[in-house]
């Protein structure tokens, strides 16, 4: 099978098709989507492929998968390797895969971060303005792909209504992440793993949820749960989650770059 995953090194979505690949062994080829500086998910070849312009998209011998959740069924069914679905645990599986994706980890994380310094909050709004601006120029340029673009200019907007304005959500987010630790630190309580006795795909999409809690600063949520931190150290120190290339720190040259280009680059 020709595989290639379309990623980005430091993307939430992006880690957990990566880790759930390193999970069943998946040899494939990495594409790296410049989300940020060159914003390369706008490119027109790319929304014909994946038309909400996100990462991550698995392409299967010309069998398009475009959403991380998508492809954790597709990987584990089609991949030899573990059963990381078995039929026997699949409705607490799913339970918990539901819980997670319910969550919206990128309101935390740029809640928080513009909560850290106030020229975050002046660098996520042009952020999102240039995203709003790219969406406009493509329309013009590839009236063919308006629909597309129209429907991104609004999830923009959206954005800024949950992250920037004065009824963001950030409250709720702190709390929810905050109540997923506690379910989690319960669960963990009956079983080795997230959702059953052995290593499955709600496993997979916990350690990237860890994961981000470590980037943003938020490891004390862990760190003050037994059962969790036992968990975190034994999920971080698998094969896979080195094979995965997992981030919990975005080196500071990239940041910089990142928060250059999202300033000034039209
Ligand atoms: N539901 C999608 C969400 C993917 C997503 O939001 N990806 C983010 C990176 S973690 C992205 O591509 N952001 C770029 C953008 O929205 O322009 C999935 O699970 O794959």
Known sequence: MATILYSNYSSYYSMIARLCLAEKQVIYDLHDVDIHIKMEQFAPEYVAMQPNMTVPVLDCDGNIIADSRLILHFVNKHFGGADLFPAADAGEIEKSLELHYAFSIEDLTMGNALRKSPIARIVLGRGLARASRRCLLMMKSHPELTEAYTKKLALE???????LSEENNYAQMQQRAVDLCDMLEEQLTQHQYAASAQYSLAD????IFLAR????????LIAERKNLSDYWQRMSTRKSY??????????VSKLIRIIFALLFKS
Do not use: G, S, Y
């Open 204 to 207: 997979v999409v916990w350690t």
């Open 213 to 220: 809690l470590v980037m943003i600063k938020f490891d004390h």
């Open 242 to 251: 080195a094979a995965a290339n997992i981030c919990t720190k975005i080196p």
């Open 157 to 163: 907007e959206e954005r800024k209504r949950l992250i």
